[in-house]
């Protein structure tokens, strides 16, 4: 890597030209990611991605005038002091505040970039564009509150909002929750089967670890398997199934740490208090997240709770 200090004016045209066409594409690959959801949110960086393309041109004239027809590719990963951007790809999902966040970090670094270049040259006519390309970007700035006032308009943004509330519900929240509720439950079975079998808190405690653990894997290459989310917009597979087999694990381990104490009953009865709310804490977040009215929630968790947790009694009693 170079550093920008040791770039020539040639190199420092061919940077620029670089940079702008890098946010160009940006901009047109953050207007088709959100146009299915955020259509008035895409046309704003549509407009923003054709301003980026008329500073490019006017740089690669005043390349061509001076140097020629062939510009060297100078990246901004090849010279120092520049941020680190990813492709829009390798994020999904992403929110659409994170978005504009990066894209005011974006404008940031373009300012800095231009009026540094300008110091740094001599060429008049060169500081003279670099400078103005400063002030266009100061008044990007300007020009994106502008299309945010026209195209994002009070219902506009109730009903983004509104859907940026469904793919956290579809991205995050269902597949959290389907974890927690498998790991809450499914491991009471061979937990307090063990134990009661047992009657040793250090055997409950390996049962639950590997139960938890166990699910938890299971749960998340289940979850990444059976939906890519190319059809149903529930995101990324890897992010789905991480949060599934995360929850699912959390779900388990925790009426498995109460078998750390190695008094047997005070093991015992602590573990079944933290399932109680475990199971209030499912109960909540359906009521919260997914509209069912608590007490149906609560109904149905724990029945299908208690049920998993007398079978483990009564194996681990007939053992």
């Given at each position: ?10 190199e ?14 940006t ?63 390798l ?25 540094r ?7 008049a ?5 670099l ?51 498998d790991?809450?439950v ?15 808190s ?107 947790f ?10």
């Amino acid at each position: 890597m170079r550093n920008f200090s040791e770039l020539s004016e040639q190199e420092v045209l061919a940077l620029a030209i670089s940079l702008e066409e890098d946010d160009e594409r940006t901009y047109e690959n953050y207007a088709e990611y959100l146009r299915a959801t955020y259509p008035e949110s895409a046309a704003i960086f549509t407009a923003m991605s054709e301003e980026e393309s008329g500073h490019r041109h006017r740089l690669i004239e005043l390349y061509h005038e001076r140097y020629g027809d062939f510009i060297p590719q100078i990246r901004r990963t090849d010279v120092h002091g520049f941020m680190p951007r990813s492709s829009i790809w390798l994020g999904r999902p992403m929110g659409l505040e994170k978005i504009r966040e990066q894209v005011e970090a974006m404008e940031m670094e373009s300012l800095r970039f231009y009026r540094r270049a300008a110091r740094q040259t001599r060429d008049a006519s060169l500081r003279q564009l670099l400078d103005d390309l400063a002030a266009a970007e100061r008044k990007h700035e300007e020009r994106a509150e502008s299309l945010v006032a026209q195209h994002l308009t009070p219902a506009v943004r109730e009903e983004e909002d509104a859907s940026e509330r469904r793919l956290f519900l579809l991205q995050i929240v269902q597949p959290g929750l389907a974890g927690l509720m498998d790991g809450s439950v499914s491991t009471l079975a061979p937990i307090f089967a063990a134990a009661l079998a047992t009657h040793r808190s250090h055997d409950a405690l390996l049962v639950g670890l590997a139960a938890s653990l166990g699910a938890g894997i299971s749960m998340a290459f289940a979850e990444a398997a059976t939906d890519n989310g190319s059809l149903t917009g529930r995101g990324s597979p890897i992010l789905r199934g991480g949060v599934t087999g995360a929850m699912t694990t959390l779900g388990g381990i925790g009426h498995t740490l109460p078998f750390l104490i190695a008094n047997f009953q005070l093991a015992m009865t602590v573990a079944v208090l933290v399932v109680i709310v475990e199971l209030a804490a499912i109960s909540w977040i359906r009521n919260r997240f997914m509209d069912t009215p608590f007490l149906r929630a609560a109904f149905q968790v724990v029945v299908g709770g208690v049920l998993v947790f007398l079978t483990g009694i009564l194996i681990g009693g007939a053992g």
